[in-house]
């Protein structure tokens, strides 16, 4: 969502002038200001993140493991990437309640076509990808011209498309992905080279500030307030020792795989189309006020509609993600908690089920939120019926804070 700006009060710096202490403590009053208004941001979602992680280390020292942190991380990617599909929906308002059915369709799709019909994989993995994408059309044309809701829609998807992928597979239910294949070693094998991870991260980090530095300048240039240059320089290189450390840690197993770095190109790519562009705009515009966004001369429809292909390509790659880990697409693929680890991780990570608030990074931050959850009670030898539990706990509580920030975001524009 683009920036909130606010005229330079007393003491604060002028525009293009880096803010001296008084201009510091000027950006903690508004931090503070934005939380009594009920924008919280992240906050909630690291600061329970810590508590998890605190908890979890205390009750078992192997939870922040190097090894563990290696699989903890590569097991948030199919399901993450899911999620990131869902955060669009919400974004708009709507809900997909098929997105583990479709990730299992195409998890079907992709291993009877590798294995059985012996295409290659790229092919494979692009005619599942395509059938997914198409669902998602053929559910926004039954919700744009039908007004049939969207929690309807999905909700006979999710059942349909079950049915179909238990056809597909037939009566084996489970089709085995050569362990050799370029798509299992993707997702269980492959890891990116010490070196290139820390050039990685420092590219992050540089996109950071140089992304930054051309938002303040374009800033300065109409004349209103902007980040400092020693702030953007101070939160680039706490990014690159974030990053750095990351890595180092990872490192001493096994270090970065290819698949989570896949999961972070895609929630970067996310971000900046929702955080940067006019179409991203119009999704926040959607799912705040629609009919205020129709009379601003959005095309309503065609934004419903791509967030419906959207959340069912995203789908479909997380499925076939899961397959790659798993190297097996079963009548299980797709189903158990997948669909709600999905919509739950959308929520936990801060993407308001009452439309227009969210961001890309709700996805990552929640999956991790649930996976480390997933990890520390497997390492403690507890059963899933605690798991379910617990994150169910947070769930209820993510969605709590969500709408009392909202009446709170109410009650401010009243004030």
């Not at 195409?106 to 990808?129: H, I, K, M, N, R």
Request: some cysteine; overall charge positive; proline content about 3%.
């Amino acid at each position: 969502m683009s920036e909130v700006t606010t005229a330079p009060s007393a003491g604060a710096a002028p525009a293009g002038e880096e803010p001296g202490p008084r201009g510091a403590g000027a950006a903690l009053a508004a931090l503070a200001e934005r939380f009594r208004g009920g924008d919280l941001g992240v906050a909630p979602v690291v600061a329970g993140l810590v508590v998890i992680w605190t908890v979890m280390q205390i009750l078992n020292p192997v939870f922040l493991s190097s090894a563990n942190l290696v699989n903890l991380a590569l097991e948030c990617v199919p399901v993450g990437v899911i999620a990131l599909g869902v955060v669009f929906m919400l974004l708009v308002g709507q809900i997909d309640l098929s997105v583990g059915s479709v990730s299992g369709l195409s998890a079907a799709v992709t291993a009877v076509l590798f294995v059985d019909e012996g295409l290659p994989f790229p092919l494979a993995v692009a005619a599942a990808v395509a059938l997914a994408c198409g669902l998602g059309w053929f559910y926004a044309q039954v919700f744009n011209r039908l007004g049939v809701p969207s929690f309807v829609i999905t909700l006979a998807g999710l059942l349909g498309f079950l049915g179909v992928q238990l056809w597909i597979l037939g009566a084996k239910g489970s089709i085995n992905l050569p362990f050799d294949s370029r798509l299992v070693t993707f997702a269980q094998l492959d890891f990116v080279p010490p070196w290139l991870a820390y050039a990685l991260a420092a590219a992050g980090a540089a996109a950071l500030y140089g992304t930054g530095r051309a938002r303040a300048a374009a800033r300065r240039a109409a004349g209103l307030p902007a980040t400092a240059e020693r702030t953007l320089a101070l939160r680039s290189a706490a990014l690159l020792a974030g990053l750095g450390t990351a890595v180092w840690y990872l490192n001493r197993d096994r270090g970065v795989g290819w698949m989570f770095v896949l999961f972070l190109g895609l929630v970067l790519a996310v971000h900046y189309v929702l955080a940067r562009t006019k179409y991203g705009r119009s999704v926040y515009a959607v799912g705040g006020n629609v009919e205020a966004a129709r009379r601003a001369g959005i095309n309503v429809k065609a934004v419903y509609a791509s967030a419906f292909v959207v959340c069912t390509t995203l789908a479909a790659v997380g499925g076939i993600l899961a397959a790659a880990r798993l190297a097996a697409a079963n009548q299980s693929s797709g189903g158990g908690d997948v669909n709600l680890n999905a919509i739950a991780a959308a929520v936990i990570g801060g993407t308001s089920l009452f439309g227009g608030r969210g961001n890309a990074f709700a996805a990552l931050l929640g999956i991790v939120v649930i996976q480390s959850i997933s990890s520390g009670l497997t390492l403690l030898n507890l059963d899933s019926s605690y798991r379910f539990m617990v994150t169910g706990a947070v769930l209820l509580l993510a969605v709590a804070l969500d709408s009392v920030a909202r009446r709170s975001r109410a009650s401010h524009g009243r004030a």
